[in-house]
């Protein structure tokens, strides 16, 4: 099967997400005819770390993760002879925090079945943070913060080429998310410069590690991407690499399960999640 699941979902323990309820989003995936979801929540920031948005809302709250597991693992059991369920995290790589995650990974790692690691936070130039995928008038600070566009642009590949090489520990999900975010907005405040040598060098970090991708369609319904994370012939070119990519809809919500993915690269056979 090309496309045997989608292992990218966010539940209704994300704080920007919706109410759906896990139950909500597998009965959705089997609606669709799915074989298999990952559920793959915003794990809990640091302790040390604050949120930089302004609705602080970014990840699941550390209170939240017993009941997290639980209803995660009665889904699983619940439907085990119509889909496969697994149950994880999209882990924040900060710089600077790496001892913080490391320790969360330790501590949770045995109960995951899954995870991606993903960049969303930068640190400014100030030492402070920022999220670039808040919003558009938030990511216009950003490039007021950093100096320019191609700064931010800068900054983030080299965040994702650090995560990509830090050491978490046994535990460290080997799938890196969504590596074009950074795109997001991409239609209102383009870069000057092309980063396809980026995305190549993160595409060789990615294989000379040996983890999967993350072939994300949430792109093609941001109003300043419209493109999946990552584009099309980046996905293609992955795939002649022998990177194993891995496709999810980054869903918020039950109704966008499987969300643009007849619009993956038909060539491509998509995998499952390895842990």
Not at 5 to 33: L, R, W
Not at 169 to 190: M, V
Not at 216 to 232: F, I, R, V
């Amino acid at each position: 099967m090309k496309r045997p699941g989608d292992f990218h979902i966010h539940t209704n323990y994300c704080p920007h997400g919706t109410t759906d309820s896990m139950e909500d989003y597998v009965q959705a995936a089997m609606t669709k005819g799915l074989k298999a979801i990952s559920f793959t929540e915003h794990a809990p920031f640091p302790k040390a770390f604050t949120d930089p948005t302004p609705t602080k809302d970014s990840a699941m709250l550390t209170e939240d993760l017993e009941k997290y597991f639980a209803e995660g693992n009665r889904l699983k059991k619940r439907y085990q002879d119509k889909i496969n369920i697994y149950v994880g995290f999209e882990l924040d790589y900060i710089i600077g925090f790496e001892k913080e995650t490391k320790t969360f990974l330790d501590t949770y790692g045995e109960q995951m079945g899954d995870g991606i690691l993903s960049v969303h936070m930068l640190q400014a130039p100030d030492g402070s943070f920022v999220c670039l995928d808040y919003s558009l008038e938030n990511f216009a600070n950003i490039i007021e913060q950093f100096g320019s566009v191609d700064k931010v642009y800068q900054a983030y590949f080299k965040t994702v080429a650090a995560s990509i090489e830090a050491d978490l520990g046994k535990y460290k999900p080997n799938r890196i998310g969504h590596i074009s975010l950074i795109e997001k907005f991409a239609k209102k405040y383009p870069p000057l410069k092309n980063y396809q040598d980026n995305y190549m060098q993160l595409l060789q970090l990615i294989k000379d590690n040996n983890y999967t991708l993350d072939a994300n369609t949430a792109g093609l319904y941001k109003a300043d991407c419209g493109k999946m994370y990552p584009p099309q012939n980046l996905m293609e070119i992955a795939d002649q690499m022998g990177i194993a990519l891995v496709p999810g809809s980054d869903s918020h919500a039950a109704n966008t399960i499987a969300r643009g993915f007849d619009q993956l690269p038909a060539s491509i056979s998509y995998t499952f999640p390895k842990k």
